[in-house]
């Protein structure tokens, strides 16, 4: 596609032609473009909302100000609140805390695997065998 096209599809989805794209190659405009409009702007296997919360997330985990941005808006565009957006970023604190504790100091991966296994196989057992059945069957609020 003729970069020109590709510009006026990105203006006619988004209003405007982000400098962003704009500093993107033109023979890689429309995969480039292709792709950004898959990921972010189509219905998808996850719902556009907790797709974006876990673009929060991952914003605030590597500390990128534009995504952040991004993500954060495109969250409540599709109908996130702002509690919801909190707590994608408290999760996001909250993992790679843990990310910088356990690779600190070395756990051992095999125990550690080990471990959750049995943390799985003990919570599902809780459950009354629940672990695994489809979101609209009713299941207890046991998380691990």
Not at 2 to 16: F, H, R, S, W
Not at 35 to 40: A, M, P, S, V, Y
Not at 73 to 97: H, M, P, Q, T
Request: hydrophobic share 40%; proline share 4%.
């Amino acid at each position: 596609m003729d970069p020109n096209a590709v510009y006026a599809e990105i203006k006619q989805m988004l209003g405007t032609v982000p400098a962003f794209l704009k500093l993107i190659p033109k023979d890689e405009l429309e995969a480039e473009w292709n792709l950004f409009k898959h990921i972010e702007l189509e219905d998808g296997i996850i719902p556009n909302k907790y797709r974006e919360l876990m673009g929060v997330a991952i914003s605030a985990a590597t500390k990128c100000r534009y995504c952040a941005l991004f993500h954060t808006e495109a969250a409540k565009l599709f109908g996130a609140s702002d509690a919801e957006i909190e707590y994608a970023v408290r999760y996001a604190k909250n993992s790679a805390g843990w990310s910088a504790y356990l690779n600190g100091m070395q756990v051992d991966l095999g125990g550690f695997k080990k471990e959750v296994g049995e943390i799985v196989a003990y919570v599902a057992s809780q459950q009354g065998g629940m672990a695994g059945k489809k979101p609209d069957q009713k299941t207890p609020t046991t998380r691990m």
